[in-house]
């Protein structure tokens, strides 16, 4: 049940909860369904679960870069984007960023999961881990018309989820544009042959998305996971409230224990106590950032900024991954629709009326074309010649070896590059046109263009690049330094070029070909694909994110680089867990929503486990640890 400030100050709870997102509500949900657990969210966001822009598929980019909505984080500027801040969108709502997304359910492969267990995570592996990633979701069948129309016969019913919260669907509302996508790939030679819930997939396909078709809605941990138990007695929920610290204590018996929280609502400073643990789910940029205010982090940055040091673990905010992408549009052909047409004010409101009338119409459906491709241009011999030249040197010449966890990371991509059956590459197709110079989200996704286009976005799979995110003062209020060193590593250059200038030959294939105008306009405007060197530079000018950002604590032992271990307990501090993205301690592939919910209902059984029959003390007065 939400709760008000002053009915929650100065008591205690068996679990706190900080972050109301995608992985908190799942926790909140599956640890509330034993009565005599209690628990409290703090989440900093509003309750917007009735609210159009974000119950509405179609209306989803309406929520980038509103404070309302959106975080609204930016980068430090890019060296290797000649200065270029990219802005990352990061849900502030109940629900987080799962209520704000492009509802892509991608899952990702054996191999991308495995990889976590080679890192040193005995049990997080894709045999371990892929009963949760069909316990989060139920599958909908789609109606014969559109499997027909998109190609959804490679779904292996068995495969996937039958019962869980998040409900996923196919679009019934779908253009000529969706419908020639997998048909392109399969004359391509890149058909996708296997239900990616088994493990392994490649090749292009309609993706699922996280909408419900009973009221063609966005299904979302807000909706799913917190609202059908919200008004559970044992379940308490803070909104509009940030969280400024995690309280530790030093005991020359238990070593240090997380105890509780201190927050700030309408200015007033506060505190609640853990009776068990404090879970920490507020997302890769601001786990880690709580983390260091706390006391838990690199002893140089924290005593840089007054924070006393309590745990010196310079692995904190390090390790940071995610998805960078660029792309180019195409104008399409004279007549087929596109989300372009909505500069048309007539337009829109026939697509709102359809909506709320009847739940037709294109604003019940999002994006839903994808591939996950390997560089096409390494399957040859002379490629392979090639690849094996760039990995000699830019990986096995300057291989780090002070670094244990970076270099096995390394071997793993390697591994990647070398498969002729693992993507490096996950593009997708967007029915509109995308302008990849821009910095801000609204500003990507703007209809500035008078034409119609069709958009193919380009991201790196598992990219080499590693950044970081550190607090800039003592303050929660500050934002965190955020340094995703996009295209550091040189390899990440070499395969993202390589990957766009594939982009022309997909377009120019059957049959999305008779779709896309010929001699049409093409944005960005003047862009030169005719040679490696100005497929580098046109990367290196259009860059924007994904919007994954993850393995900022990362699970992996303490002396390879590790933040939290295979409990996702944080090394050093008892009480304390960190469930979200920023344990991932390799990114996988494709769109991480869906692992995000894996990994928070693993976590969910792991906590019960840990803590079934067991009770711990908690201090009755909490006068000094609100002054603390």
Same mark, same amino acid.
């Given at each position: *049940?939400?709760?008000?400030?002053?009915?929650? +100050?100065?008591?205690?709870?068996?679990?706190?909860?900080?972050?109301?997102?995608?992985?908190?509500?799942?926790?909140?949900?599956?640890?509330?369904?034993?009565?005599?657990?209690?628990?409290?969210?703090?989440?900093?966001?509003?309750?917007?679960?009735?609210?159009?822009?974000? !119950?509405?598929?179609?209306?989803?980019?309406?929520?980038?870069?509103?404070?309302?909505?959106?975080?609204?984080?930016?980068?430090?500027?890019?060296?290797?984007?000649?200065?270029?801040? /990219?802005?990352?969108?990061?849900?502030?709502?109940?629900?987080? =960023?799962?209520?704000?997304?492009?509802?892509?359910?991608?899952?990702?492969?054996?191999?991308?999961?495995?990889?976590?267990?080679?890192?040193?995570?005995?049990?997080?592996?894709?045999?371990?881990?892929?009963?949760?990633?069909?316990?989060?979701?139920?599958?909908?069948?789609?109606?014969?018309?559109?499997?027909?129309?998109?190609?959804?016969?490679?779904?292996?019913?068995?495969?996937?989820?039958?019962?869980?919260?998040?409900?996923?669907?196919?679009?019934?509302?779908?253009?000529?544009?969706?419908?020639?996508?997998?048909?392109?790939?399969?004359?391509?030679?890149?058909?996708?042959? =296997?239900?990616?819930?088994?493990?392994?997939?490649?090749?292009?396909?309609?993706?699922?998305?996280?909408?419900?078709?009973?009221?063609?809605?966005?299904?979302?941990?807000?909706?799913?996971?917190?609202?059908?138990?919200?008004?559970?007695?044992?379940?308490?929920?803070?909104?509009?409230?940030?969280?400024?610290?995690?309280?530790?204590?030093?005991?020359?018996?238990?070593?240090?224990?997380?105890?509780?929280?201190?927050?700030?609502?309408?200015?007033?400073?506060?505190?609640?106590?853990?009776?068990?643990?404090?879970?920490?789910?507020?997302?890769?940029?601001?786990?880690?950032?709580?983390?260091?205010?706390?006391?838990?982090?690199?002893?140089?940055?924290?005593?840089?900024?007054?924070?006393?040091?309590?745990?010196?673990?310079?692995?904190?905010?390090?390790?940071?991954?995610?998805?960078? *992408? !660029?792309?180019?549009?195409?104008?399409?052909?004279?007549?087929?629709?596109?989300?372009?047409?909505?500069?048309?004010?007539?337009?829109?409101?026939?697509?709102?009326?359809?909506?709320?009338?009847?739940?037709?119409?294109?604003?019940? +459906?999002?994006?839903?074309?994808?591939?996950?491709?390997?560089? /096409?241009?390494?399957? !040859?011999?002379?490629?392979?010649?090639?690849?094996?030249?760039?990995? #000699?040197?830019?990986?096995?010449?300057?291989?780090?070896?002070?670094?244990?966890?970076?270099?096995?990371?390394?071997?793993?991509?390697?591994?990647?590059?070398?498969?002729?059956?693992?993507?490096?590459?996950?593009?997708?197709?967007?029915?509109?046109?995308?302008?990849?110079?821009?910095?801000?989200? #609204?500003?990507?996704?703007?209809?500035?263009?008078?034409?119609?286009?069709?958009?193919?976005?380009?991201?790196?799979?598992?990219?080499?690049?590693?950044?970081?995110?550190?607090?800039?003062?003592?303050?929660?209020?500050?934002?965190? =330094?955020?340094?995703?060193?996009?295209?550091?590593?040189?390899?990440?250059?070499?395969?993202?070029?390589?990957?766009?200038?594939?982009?022309?030959? @997909?377009?120019?294939?059957?049959?999305?070909?008779?779709?896309? #105008?010929?001699?049409?306009?093409?944005?960005?405007?003047?862009?030169?694909?005719?040679?490696?060197? =100005?497929?580098?530079?046109?990367?290196?000018?259009? @860059?924007?994110?994904?919007?994954?950002?993850?393995?900022?604590?990362? *699970? *992996?032992?303490?002396?390879?680089?590790?933040?939290?271990?295979?409990?996702?307990?944080?090394?050093?501090?008892?009480?304390?867990?960190? /469930?979200?993205?920023?344990?991932?301690?390799?990114?996988?592939?494709?769109?991480?929503?869906?692992?995000?919910?894996?990994?928070?209902?693993?976590? +969910?059984?792991?906590?019960?486990?840990?803590?079934?029959?067991? #009770?711990?003390?908690?201090?009755?007065?909490?006068?000094?640890?609100?002054?603390?």
């Amino acid at each position: *049940m939400s709760s008000n400030n002053d009915s929650i +100050a100065e008591k205690s709870f068996d679990y706190i909860i900080i972050g109301g997102g995608t992985a908190g509500l799942v926790l909140a949900n599956r640890l509330t369904a034993d009565p005599h657990v209690s628990i409290l969210v703090i989440e900093a966001g509003s309750d917007r679960l009735k609210d159009p822009k974000i !119950t509405t598929p179609g209306l989803l980019t309406l929520t980038y870069d509103d404070p309302q909505y959106d975080w609204g984080f930016d980068t430090v500027p890019q060296d290797n984007l000649y200065g270029k801040r /990219v802005s990352h969108s990061r849900g502030k709502v109940v629900g987080g =960023s799962s209520a704000i997304n492009a509802l892509a359910l991608i899952y990702p492969p054996r191999s991308s999961i495995d990889a976590w267990e080679r890192l040193g995570n005995e049990g997080w592996n894709w045999d371990a881990m892929s009963p949760y990633y069909r316990k989060f979701h139920t599958f909908n069948k789609p109606s014969k018309q559109t499997a027909d129309a998109l190609n959804t016969g490679y779904i292996d019913e068995k495969a996937q989820g039958s019962t869980g919260p998040i409900q996923c669907s196919f679009p019934e509302f779908h253009g000529p544009l969706g419908k020639a996508w997998p048909e392109t790939f399969k004359n391509l030679n890149f058909p996708l042959n =296997s239900d990616p819930l088994s493990g392994q997939s490649s090749g292009g396909f309609s993706y699922l998305s996280t909408v419900d078709p009973t009221n063609w809605e966005r299904s979302h941990a807000g909706s799913a996971y917190y609202a059908p138990v919200a008004d559970r007695p044992n379940l308490q929920m803070l909104t509009d409230t940030l969280v400024e610290k995690i309280i530790l204590e030093k005991s020359s018996t238990d070593g240090i224990i997380a105890k509780g929280v201190k927050f700030q609502h309408n200015g007033i400073p506060q505190a609640c106590i853990a009776r068990r643990e404090v879970i920490l789910c507020a997302g890769a940029i601001q786990s880690p950032q709580l983390l260091e205010l706390s006391g838990i982090g690199s002893s140089e940055i924290l005593k840089s900024y007054g924070v006393e040091v309590i745990v010196d673990n310079p692995h904190v905010g390090e390790n940071f991954q995610d998805h960078p *992408m !660029t792309g180019m549009s195409f104008e399409v052909i004279e007549g087929l629709p596109t989300i372009d047409m909505i500069r048309d004010p007539k337009v829109i409101q026939g697509a709102q009326e359809a909506y709320q009338t009847s739940r037709q119409g294109p604003l019940t +459906a999002g994006f839903h074309s994808v591939a996950s491709l390997p560089v /096409v241009e390494f399957l !040859t011999e002379q490629g392979q010649a090639e690849l094996a030249s760039l990995l #000699k040197e830019h990986i096995t010449t300057t291989m780090p070896t002070t670094e244990p966890s970076i270099s096995t990371q390394y071997e793993i991509l390697r591994s990647v590059l070398e498969s002729p059956s693992e993507g490096s590459i996950i593009i997708g197709m967007g029915a509109s046109q995308m302008h990849f110079d821009q910095a801000l989200q #609204k500003d990507i996704y703007a209809i500035t263009e008078p034409e119609n286009y069709v958009s193919f976005l380009v991201a790196l799979a598992q990219p080499f690049s590693r950044g970081s995110v550190h607090i800039t003062s003592s303050s929660v209020s500050d934002a965190p =330094s955020i340094d995703p060193r996009y295209l550091s590593h040189p390899l990440d250059i070499e395969i993202l070029a390589r990957h766009m200038m594939y982009i022309p030959t @997909i377009a120019n294939t059957k049959p999305l070909a008779s779709l896309v #105008k010929e001699g049409g306009r093409l944005l960005p405007k003047g862009i030169d694909l005719g040679s490696l060197d =100005s497929a580098k530079e046109h990367c290196k000018r259009h @860059i924007i994110t994904n919007n994954h950002p993850c393995g900022t604590c990362a *699970m *992996m032992p303490l002396e390879n680089g590790g933040v939290v271990d295979t409990r996702l307990k944080v090394h050093g501090v008892n009480g304390l867990r960190v /469930v979200d993205a920023s344990i991932f301690p390799m990114i996988p592939r494709g769109n991480i929503q869906s692992s995000v919910y894996a990994v928070a209902e693993k976590a +969910a059984d792991l906590i019960l486990e840990d803590w079934q029959g067991q #009770k711990q003390g908690f201090p009755s007065s909490l006068a000094d640890f609100v002054g603390a």
